[in-house]
Structure formats: structure tokens, C-alpha cells
Nanobody
Framework: QVQLAESGGGLVQAGGSLRLSCAASGLTFSISIMGWFRQAPGKEREFVAAIRGSTYYADSVKGRFTISRDNAKNTMYLQMNYLKPEDTAVYFC?????????????????WGQGTQVTVSS
């Protein structure tokens, strides 16, 4: 089993920055890919970014968000710059033992509890 814990969410003005962290514990050696998803009120959970050596981004965040991973610390990060009100959501980190469908929710085995990001206009 793998446990994931997000931190770093908060309230920020449009144009500002936040950095989210996701600390992994447990059988971390089994992780093949890690990703970030977000879910706004009344909407489906959506892909934001993923990393497995290479990095992948949703078009809506490309050029503004950067995903990274520190294997020595078993921690993944999401640096979010030039935030917009439409980025407001609960952000979840996720991990998978398999490096298949990084874009889809069903492609991940483990999930964190989420951290709220609110961007004011």
C-alpha cells in the first residue's frame, strides 16, 4: 500500500503562485507514475499533470504549472504560477503502480485526501 498526503493549498490572488507538495509513504518503490488532478464544485475530477521521468500537462495549465518529483524525499510537487480564478478546486495527488493511462482517474491506484486551492479575482 501507498499513502499520499498533500499540503500547500490556500487562498491566493489571481496572478499569484502556490506550490503543492505530495508526500508518499509505504511501498513507494512500487510507484511507476504520479500525478495531480483537481475537482471544482459540481465538476468531474480532471487531469492536471503527471510525471514518470517525462512530464505531461493539461492544456489549461501548460506553461503555468510545473510538476516535479524528489525521489530521495518521496515527494512530488506542483508549482503553480499565474494562477487564475478558474484554477480554484480541490487538488489531489495520485500514484499508480502501472505506467499506462496517466490522463484518466481510473489509471491510478492511490489517492490523497486533497488540498483546497482558491484563487480570488
Amino acid at each position: 500500500q501507498v499513502q499520499l498526503a498533500e499540503s500547500g493549498g490556500g487562498l491566493v490572488q489571481a496572478g499569484g503562485s502556490l506550490r503543492l507538495s505530495c508526500a508518499a509513504s509505504g511501498l513507494t518503490f512500487s510507484i511507476s507514475i504520479m500525478g495531480w488532478f483537481r475537482q471544482a464544485p459540481g465538476k468531474e475530477r480532471e487531469f492536471v499533470a503527471a510525471i514518470r521521468g517525462s512530464t505531461y500537462y493539461a492544456d489549461s495549465v501548460k506553461g503555468r504549472f510545473t510538476i516535479s518529483r524528489d525521489n530521495a524525499k518521496n515527494t512530488m510537487y506542483l508549482q503553480m504560477n499565474y494562477l487564475k480564478p478558474e484554477d480554484t478546486a480541490v487538488y489531489f495527488c495520485a500514484a499508480s503502480r502501472f505506467s499506462g493511462s496517466y490522463y484518466y482517474v481510473k489509471g491510478y491506484d492511490y489517492w490523497g485526501q486533497g488540498t483546497q486551492v482558491t484563487v480570488s479575482s
